[in-house]
């Protein structure tokens, strides 16, 4: 009897493991760059900041999809004024990469803007992103961009 339920718990074992195994291999995500959207790479938005922080702007930098979540537009967002104690000023000014539903987006843009775009600071933060996306470790943010910035001030400052 016990050698039955040890060989018994064996196959089972050895069945879940060759699930998840599959499963991880069927589970690279597609992102596949796209046009298809009104947020074009290099443009520069005003959009609804928080209170002082009138004079930021967000930049789109990338913009993507992905059958599950839609276009997935990356920004950068500067001219902020995020309290930072590990800074030396106390503040950080620049969010080099920020990866948000297009939704989120389009509630934040309010006027497009003719200032010169700087795509220079979101390369490494998005890599780092994509990594951890593509192992299911990864989002997106869904929220305005004011209140996403605000939650990583609220990190920042913990």
């Known amino acids: 009897m016990k050698l039955k339920f040890v060989l018994m718990k064996s196959i089972l074992i050895l069945l879940l493991f060759t699930v998840l195994l599959s499963c991880n291999r069927q589970s690279k995500i597609m992102l596949i ?23 930021s702007r967000l930049t789109i930098a990338k913009v993507e999809n992905e059958p599950k979540n839609g276009n997935i537009i990356h920004i950068t967002v500067t001219n902020l004024k995020i309290k930072n104690p590990h800074a030396p000023s106390g503040y950080t000014d620049l969010i080099g990469h920020m990866p948000l539903a ?46 996403c910035v605000a939650a990583m001030e609220e990190v920042v400052n913990k």
């Open 33 to 55: 760059d796209t046009t298809d959207s009104k947020f074009k790479v290099g443009q520069v938005w005003k959009y609804k900041t928080r209170p002082n922080e009138e004079n």
């Open 102 to 147: 297009e939704s989120a987006v389009a509630e934040s843009a309010t006027e497009l803007s003719n200032e010169m775009p700087d795509l220079s600071s979101y390369k490494e933060g998005y890599q780092d992103w994509r990594e951890a996306f593509d192992n299911g470790r990864g989002g997106i943010w869904t929220l305005p961009v004011s209140e």
